[in-house]
């Protein structure tokens, strides 16, 4: 039986942006290794004025449902582990509440990664009934949405 991930092709603009630059191949955790991967581009942005970020951020999630939709449809699996544009932009969405620091990116983790495996209700519900590359998307989207609340309010408290 073939290995799915193998189908992959870094090549293609499209997986590779899937993949998170090839993070979400990683032979274990991938969602947490693209979580990790976002790190750097959300770096990029700290000296950019708040709402180039944000801008960048929605058009990671508009762009998103095509990336994932296409990727998954080239390999023939729905939600791939590989795939992990969603993660980036569930981590983007999460940071956008709070100012930049090294807490709020570790927290912001943490908490994001917490929504996204735990999947509480309504992300549970969104995971199970959205498909597609939406399907794909949403469930991070909403769960970047509750840690960024989250680190919103927690982030006073860590001063």
Known sequence: MENPAAKF????????????FGSGLAPFAPGTFGT?????????????????????TLFTCV??????????????????????????AGMFITLCFVPFSWTAIAVGFVLFRFFDIVKPWPISYLD???????????DDIVAGLAAG??????????G
């Open 9 to 20: 092709n870094l090549c293609n603009k499209t997986h590779l942006l899937a993949t998170g």
């Open 36 to 56: 990790l991967a976002a790190i750097p581009f959300y770096l990029a942005f700290v000296y950019s004025p708040a709402y180039i970020f944000i801008l960048f």
């Open 63 to 88: 762009v998103g449902p095509y990336i994932c939709g296409k990727a998954a449809s080239d390999i023939g699996v729905h939600d791939h582990k590989a795939i992990v544009w969603d993660e980036f």
């Open 128 to 138: 199970k009934y959205v498909h597609g590359g939406l399907g794909i998307m949403i």
């Open 149 to 158: 609340v989250c680190l919103y309010f927690i982030m006073p408290l860590l």
